[in-house]
Every structure is written in structure tokens, then in C-alpha cells.
């Protein structure tokens, strides 16, 4: 049972132009989400995350769009540069608790983003 | 500031055997979290400690078990290896939990012969 789907496998873009990564989940118990950017040989490195209650979080390039009622969200990279180039993780977490407890973080498959120069 | 610290970075064993990995967290955070990746399964949570204690738990057999000391560091440990273990571990942590961003060591890579 996939709770969080990035359906597409690979992205190619242009330097300079817009990349848009979308990612789908099923448990309506997520309330936080995240996007992680990770190169081979190392391990993920966290980017943006945004939680339920926003539709909206942006940092730099970097913007993440949540649609509760669609259980969708994006990560759109504007402008794209050839170090963006790596695979992005999608992943969510919830429900959050106070005592932090049942609760499970989970990762999409990846999707492998290529700028080209 | 020092990141997570995975120990070893590879590990080559072979069926029946257990394996130990090690995680020090980033100072100051109580989370740590474990994580399996493999080509076909992507990602996949293992369980969390907070405070010695393990808090949350994923769809994992009972043959994967950890354990988290005083001084925040973890280890996670794999008996009656199978081939199928063999795989990118990865542990991260986080100041309170699961509920915040995670912090990722390098990981390590345990092959099963």
C-alpha cells in the first residue's frame, strides 16, 4: 500500500526554466509534508516543507503548493539550475500528536530531476 | 556543527548472520529515526526512539530492532540476515520528532552474500 506516489520517474528541464515535481497521497492523517533533495552517496537533505494547514510555502527558488482536497502537492524550482540536478523525495508525516507518538514518516520512490545546461 | 554520523559506511555479511549499525545524532536532538532503501521499495521507515524509548514503529519484521542510549546515539540491529536486507540504511534525526524536518546521515550500505 503506496501512501505517497511520485508517479513520474525522471523530469528533464532547460536551465532557466520552471520544474514542477508533483507527488499524490492517500492517508488523509498526513498534516506534514516535506520535500528532500538527495545525491548519490549521501543521504537526503531537507528542502521545503509545508504543513496542512498552508497552502503555500516558499523559500528562494523553492515553492511547495499543498491541495488538501485534491491529497496533492508540488514542488515547483524556478529557475532550475544544473545543480538541481538529483533525485527528490516527496514524503509525509502525521498525524502529529503532542506526544509525538503514531506517527510514521513516508517517502514517494523519488523522481530524478535532469537540468540540462 | 557536527551532522549525523553513520558508522560503518559499508558492511558485507552473509545469510544468518546479525549486524549492528550506529548513529550519532546531531547535538541537541532526541529523534533519531531509521530508514531502509532499496531499488524497488524507495525509502522506508523503520521505527523512531525519543528518550530511549522506541515511539513509532514501521511494517518491519521483529528481526530489525534498535535501541537508543542516554546520550541520544542509536543503533539498529538485524538478526537472521536474508538477502533481501541488503540495502542503504539511513538514520536521521530531529530535535522533538517525526513532525519536524529530519536530519540524514550518509547512511550505510550492508550487502548480503
Known amino acids: 500500500d503506496q501512501q505517497v506516489k511520485q508517479n513520474s520517474p525522471s523530469l528533464s528541464v532547460q536551465e532557466g526554466r520552471i520544474s514542477i515535481l508533483n507527488c499524490d497521497y492517500t492517508n488523509s492523517m498526513f498534516d506534514y509534508f516535506l520535500w528532500y533533495k538527495k545525491y548519490p552517496a549521501e543521504g537526503p537533505t531537507f528542502l521545503i516543507s509545508i504543513s496542512s494547514i498552508k497552502d503555500k510555502n516558499e523559500d528562494g527558488r523553492f515553492t511547495v503548493f499543498l491541495n488538501k482536497s485534491a491529497k496533492h502537492l508540488s514542488l515547483h524550482i524556478v529557475p532550475s539550475q544544473p545543480g538541481d540536478s538529483a533525485v527528490y523525495f516527496c514524503?509525509?508525516?502525521?498525524?502529529?500528536?503532542?506526544?509525538?507518538?503514531?506517527?510514521?514518516?513516508?517517502f514517494g520512490k523519488g523522481i530524478t530531476l535532469s537540468v540540462r545546461p | 556543527k557536527a551532522g549525523v554520523t553513520q558508522t560503518p559506511r559499508y558492511l558485507i555479511k552473509t545469510r544468518g548472520q546479525q549486524v549492528t549499525l550506529s548513529c550519532s545524532p546531531i547535538s541537541g536532538h532526541r529523534s533519531v529515526s531509521w530508514y531502509q532503501q532499496t531499488p524497488g521499495q524507495g525509502l522506508q521507515f523503520l521505527f523512531e526512539y525519543f528518550s530511549e524509548t522506541q515511539r513509532n514503529k514501521g511494517n518491519f519484521p521483529g528481526r530489525f530492532s534498535g535501541r537508543q542510549f542516554s546520550n541520544s546515539r542509536s543503533e539498529m540491529n538485524v538478526s537472521t540476515l536474508e538477502l533481501g536486507d541488503s540495502a542503504l540504511y539511513l538514520c536521521?534525526?530531529?530535535?522533538?520528532?517525526?513532525?519536524?524536518?529530519?536530519?540524514f546521515g550518509d547512511g550505510t550500505r550492508l550487502s548480503i552474500l
Open positions: 514524503a509525509a508525516s502525521g498525524p502529529t500528536t503532542y506526544t509525538g507518538a503514531n506517527s510514521k514518516l513516508t
Open positions: 536521521a534525526s530531529s530535535p522533538l520528532g517525526l513532525g519536524q524536518p529530519q536530519h
